[in-house]
């Protein structure tokens, strides 16, 4: 290398550092909730009922002590209001983040009456690390409710690790009968299989554009490259096949060679597709609606054309959507009368979701009125090997459109606190929104066991414990009968799903979308008993739940060998 590319090559790194070390140091963490906690916890807060299915088994025994992990949203209040004065269980509310605790009572005053409570129902705070248990004893809880939670460990506490030392410390913290609440995304059976999803809707096809690149980044600042996520899908797996906007043919390119494209080149309007492995499209999918809900929610309305009529009936097809939608009629000026609309607001409605995708297609506007701000940002492209001639296009003097995939990778690098200020950065702060929900969930797994897989993995993991602990006296978490295993669909979502996404095997064969929520009721149960259990689960579809019965049938045998202590 050369005196001259190895000085370049310095300058490059030193301003990258200046850029990131603007407040002194360079920060290692990758914010989850804290951004926008209320938008966050309004976002969880509907399905109270179905989120707190350990509520039975308070009212069933009225006392005890109940664990709630991941306390976001307004479970609690709601709980709280249903059990009644007479009975006195303790219910702990818990968290990893001191300020999700701290807005409870905050969002909800007439919490602090259980939490001063000497009688009836006691409401306690607890900041709590679901991996590690530590402030409770053996065989405290009576119950345990995790909602939507351990998709949020897997993603932050160390992928499989993290998934493994949740349920032993629940296997341990629980007595004997007590109930482990699980809900979480469905996965799919076969999540390597490689199928090809077609990408029906502009906003999808928009909306795949930015996810994959943060989903797969292995950049330094990502959880992926701190080992704190599992990687499931490698990039060299995935095809692009689509249109450029010069070309009258079709284009077929490795994950890599599409990076490289500049995203304005790319024809979103015409057919789109992606070849990957069937559980990254579940993930995907599953991405792709909590991205509407917090960028374009406006997607969420269903306009139905009225038989001999010009209006359209207003179906909402997400919850929160209606008041969204009041909204945008009052900061428009339009009119809504008794669920109808007329096709100019529907047009309206339209073109709002539209023009939403503009900016991730042909990049977020940048004003620099300081050619040291300017300079950093060409330095900050370059540290990362992205070419800033690529991927910064001039329109006139010190104003650029910065690719938005670029753009969404190194928001979360700080990007937007070392380099952009009040009068030099994004023209419109609306332009933001993908880059802070890409910041806040794009890294995040949804999708990782199946049903078959998460009871059998269960199973062996809690016999292995309860072999360590005792050996004469065995305990599974299983389900508490074979009905407590649910799968619980979102048609709703579904139908969002099934407008936006085609999926085929490579045979060209269509496969099911299905979208929704997998509810097991785990109970610590005694090993005799929890075989019933799994044995009904297994005759019930002996073709799907195939792991589940290797796993049992590897118990049974350990546990009858006389070395069974010694099992692992």
Same mark, same amino acid.
């Given at each position: 290398m050369s005196v001259f590319c190895k000085f370049r090559k310095f300058i490059y790194v030193f301003l990258f550092v200046i850029a990131y070390c603007a407040k002194g140091e360079i920060t290692n963490v990758v914010d989850h909730k804290d951004a926008q906690l209320n938008l966050y916890l309004d976002f969880i807060r509907y399905n109270l009922q179905e989120k707190l299915g350990i509520m039975p088994y308070i009212l069933k025994k009225g006392e005890g002590k109940y664990l709630e992990v991941g306390a976001g949203g307004d479970p609690i209040a709601f709980l709280l209001s249903k059990i009644p004065s007479e009975m006195s269980p303790i219910i702990i509310a818990s968290d990893i983040d001191i300020n999700v605790l701290?807005?409870?009572?905050?969002?909800?005053?007439?919490?602090?009456?259980?939490?001063?409570?000497?009688?009836?129902?006691?409401?306690?705070?607890?900041?709590?690390?679901?991996?590690?248990?530590?402030?409770?004893?053996?065989n405290e809880l009576d119950g345990i409710n995790a909602s939507a939670v351990v998709h949020e460990i897997i993603s932050y506490a160390g992928g499989m690790n993290g998934f493994e030392s949740f349920f032993k410390e629940a296997l341990r913290v629980l007595k004997p009968g007590g109930v482990l609440i699980y809900r979480d995304p469905e996965a799919v059976l076969d999540k390597k299989k490689m199928i090809v999803a077609h990408l029906k809707s $502009?906003?999808?096809?928009?909306?795949?554009?930015?996810?994959?690149?943060?989903?797969? $980044?292995?950049?330094?600042?990502?959880?992926?490259?701190?080992?704190?996520?599992?990687?499931?899908?490698?990039?060299?797996?995935?095809?692009?096949?689509?249109?450029k906007k010069s070309d009258d043919k079709q284009s077929c390119l490795s994950f890599n060679d599409y990076l490289a494209l500049q995203s304005h080149t790319i024809d979103f309007m015409r057919p789109y597709s992606i070849t990957m492995p069937n559980g990254l499209c579940r993930e995907m999918e599953r991405h792709y609606l909590t991205y509407l809900h917090q960028c374009n929610p406006l997607a969420f309305i269903k306009c139905i054309p009225v038989v001999g009529s010009d209006l359209f009936f207003v179906n909402y097809l997400a919850h929160s959507t209606a008041s969204i939608f009041e909204e945008f009629l009052n900061s428009n000026r339009l009119s809504f009368d008794n669920s109808f609309i007329d096709i100019l607001?529907?047009?309206?409605?339209?073109?709002?979701?539209?023009?939403?995708?503009?900016?991730?297609?042909?990049?977020?506007?940048?004003?620099?009125?300081?050619?040291?701000?300017?300079?950093?940002?060409?330095?900050?492209?370059?540290?990362?090997?992205?070419?800033?001639?690529?991927?910064?296009?001039?329109?006139? +003097?010190?104003?650029?459109?910065?690719?938005?995939?670029?753009?969404?990778?190194?928001?979360?690098?700080?990007?937007?606190?070392?380099?952009?200020?009040?009068?030099?950065?994004?023209?419109?702060?609306?332009?933001?929104?993908?880059?802070?929900?890409?910041?806040?969930?794009?890294?995040?797994?949804?999708?990782y066991y199946s049903d078959d897989a998460l009871l059998a993995h269960v199973a062996?993991? $809690?016999?292995?414990?309860?072999?360590?602990?005792?050996?004469? +006296?065995?305990?599974?978490?299983?389900?508490?009968?074979?009905?407590?295993?649910?799968?619980?669909?979102?048609?709703?979502?579904?139908?969002?799903?099934?407008?936006?996404?085609?999926?085929?095997?490579?045979?060209?064969?269509?496969?099911?979308?299905?979208?929704?929520?997998?509810?097991?009721?785990?109970?610590?149960?005694?090993?005799?008993?929890?075989?019933?259990?799994?044995?009904?689960?297994?005759?019930? +579809?002996?073709?799907?739940?195939?792991?589940?019965k290797k796993a049992l049938d590897i118990i049974i045998s350990v546990n009858m060998t006389s070395d069974a202590q010694h099992y692992e």
């Open positions: 701290d807005a409870l009572p905050a969002r909800h005053p007439e919490l602090t009456k259980y939490l001063h409570s000497q009688v009836g129902p006691v409401l306690r705070l607890q900041q709590l690390d679901a991996t590690s248990m530590d402030c409770f004893h053996d $502009s906003i999808m096809r928009l909306f795949a554009h930015i996810f994959l690149c943060k989903y797969l $980044s292995k950049d330094p600042f990502s959880l992926v490259a701190r080992e704190k996520k599992q990687v499931e899908y490698d990039s060299r797996d995935i095809s692009f096949t689509f249109y607001v529907k047009k309206k409605i339209e073109e709002t979701i539209k023009l939403k995708g503009k900016v991730i297609e042909y990049g977020i506007p940048l004003l620099f009125t300081s050619a040291t701000n300017e300079r950093r940002m060409f330095a900050l492209l370059k540290y990362y090997g992205f070419d800033p001639n690529h991927y910064i296009i001039p329109f006139k +003097d010190h104003c650029y459109l910065l690719d938005y995939r670029i753009f969404g990778l190194l928001y979360d690098c700080f990007i937007d606190e070392n380099i952009f200020d009040n009068v030099n950065g994004p023209l419109n702060k609306k332009d933001r929104v993908h880059a802070e929900w890409l910041k806040r969930e794009g890294e995040e797994s949804y999708i062996e993991l $809690s016999f292995r414990e309860s072999l360590k602990n005792s050996p004469e +006296d065995i305990f599974l978490l299983c389900p508490v009968s074979a009905e407590q295993n649910k799968f619980i669909p979102r048609l709703c979502y579904e139908e969002v799903l099934r407008e936006a996404i085609e999926v085929t095997d490579l045979e060209g064969y269509i496969q099911e979308i299905k979208e929704g929520k997998r509810i097991v009721h785990f109970s610590k149960i005694k090993l005799d008993e929890a075989c019933g259990v799994l044995t009904d689960i297994i005759s019930s +579809d002996p073709e799907r739940y195939v792991l589940l």
